[in-house]
């Protein structure tokens, strides 16, 4: 059975005070464009990138084997009304907005107000999908009712994951 090519976004805390590891596997990068969309839209997933350091990437998998990952954190810019703009450099690594040294307000810092959600109506995220280069899938490529596996098992291992979301830390 012939592997499938596909797209895995995951963002990913690693085990601490959070965790996350959640993964889209799509063979569409629409789909893909439209799960981190609706990743960014969560306060408390601005809180782990800005804050918590998460991890953020798209990885291109060719006929099963992954050939590239691509760190999305340097196309991000998040804007929240009343500071400045927010952009990346990699990982753990914002820039504009000093989160450890992140002030109270009346309202609380903004690491505080991203995590309970208080400012997710005053909050813009980009992704400037137009500066990265993402690689076609190419051959067979994964569908809904798929299972692939991320680390080149066979995908009938019980290890598999289904195409669309999954949270390998539930």
């Not at 789909?31 to 601005?46: F, S, W």
């Not at 810092?109 to 813009?124: A, H, M, P, Y």
Request: proline share 6%.
């Amino acid at each position: 059975m012939p592997r499938k090519s596909f797209y895995d976004l995951n963002f990913r805390v690693s085990p601490g005070g959070a965790r996350k590891d959640a993964h889209y596997i799509r063979g569409d990068l629409a789909e893909i464009k439209a799960d981190l969309a609706a990743e960014l839209t969560e306060g408390v997933n601005l809180y782990l990138l800005c804050w918590y350091g998460a991890e953020l990437t798209l990885d291109v998998h060719q006929h099963g084997a992954r050939l590239e990952s691509i760190d999305l954190h340097p196309y991000l810019t998040i804007s929240v009304e009343g500071y400045p703009d927010v952009t990346f450099t990699g990982p753990g690594e914002p820039v504009g907005w000093d989160f450890e040294e992140d002030e109270e307000t009346d309202e609380g810092s903004l690491s505080d107000q991203l995590f309970v959600g208080d400012l997710e109506d005053r909050t813009t995220v980009t992704v400037h999908w137009d500066r990265i280069d993402v690689p076609p899938l190419r051959g067979d490529v994964v569908g809904p009712g798929d299972l692939v596996t991320l680390d080149g098992r066979r995908p009938h291992e019980e290890d598999a994951i289904p195409y669309g979301f999954t949270d390998l830390e539930s």
